[in-house]
């Protein structure tokens, strides 16, 4: 199973809009209602952020939002603030049970 | 409060073997699904396995199939990762999380392995 695509890195200012974009196929991204993003601060643990496609767990800012169109899944972070830069990961569900990641983007705030 | 604990980690030569192990507490351990998810250095999150509550089904990445056995003991809230045959490329920081729904809601701190002569 390959890994899903993500750009290596997005950036944005302050207060901006940023889309991050998790390219699969029709085997798994573009079927699977199990999509979720994570947000990865390096030595952190990761954080589950989106779940189902465009669902937010309890305690995750309003400000983030997912998506999906054919074979690709967008997380969008809206109001951009300086704790936002991370690493951000997509996930999907694929055959036997198994998940598979996106290679990652790094978020700068400039 | 919900949490995973992983240890285990270590450097160990290539074609050796460790048992990493995560500990959980402040959840029902036994009605939940649970993966191992690693990171090489400089890389991305990879997923490598993951074993149903009672054990019954357990799921492995190509990468690691073969060589790493997954299991839990539910009395000790405990869950394990037996890596064998070990090579440069298993060199990681190796997280368990629980799992719903194939969505990972709880995240462990990691345990560093190196595989190293």
């Known amino acids: 199973q390959s890994a899903l695509t993500q750009p290596a890195s997005v950036s944005g200012s302050p207060g901006q809009s940023i889309t991050i974009s998790c390219t699969g196929t029709?085997?798994?991204?573009?079927?699977?209602?199990?999509v979720s993003w994570y947000r990865h601060n390096p030595g952190k643990a990761p954080q589950l952020i989106i779940f189902n496609v465009s669902d937010r767990p309890s305690g995750v800012s309003i400000r983030f939002s997912g998506s999906r169109s054919g074979n690709t899944a967008s997380l969008t972070i809206s109001g951009l603030q300086a704790e936002d830069e991370a690493d951000y990961y997509c996930?999907?569900?694929?055959?036997?049970?198994?998940?598979?990641f996106g290679g990652g983007t790094k978020l700068t705030v400039l | 409060q919900v949490q995973l604990v992983e240890s285990g980690g270590d450097l160990v030569k290539p074609g050796g073997s460790l048992r990493l192990s995560c500990a959980a507490s402040?959840?029902?351990?036994?009605?939940?699904?649970m993966s191992w998810i690693r990171q090489a250095p400089g890389k991305g999150l990879e997923w490598i396995s993951k074993i149903s509550p009672t054990g019954s089904y357990r799921g492995y990445a190509d990468s690691v199939q073969g060589r790493f056995t997954i299991s839990r003991d539910n009395a000790k809230n405990s869950l394990y990762l037996q890596m064998d045959s070990l090579s440069a490329e298993d060199t990681a920081l190796y997280y368990c999380?629980?799992?719903?729904?194939?969505?990972?809601?709880?995240w462990g701190q990691g345990a560093t392995v190196t595989v190293s002569s």
């Open positions: 029709s085997s798994d991204v573009g079927s699977s209602d199990y």
């Open positions: 999380a629980r799992e719903i729904y194939y969505r990972l809601d709880v």
């Open positions: 996930s999907s569900s694929v055959t036997a049970g198994h998940v598979v």
């Open positions: 402040g959840f029902t351990f036994s009605d939940h699904y």
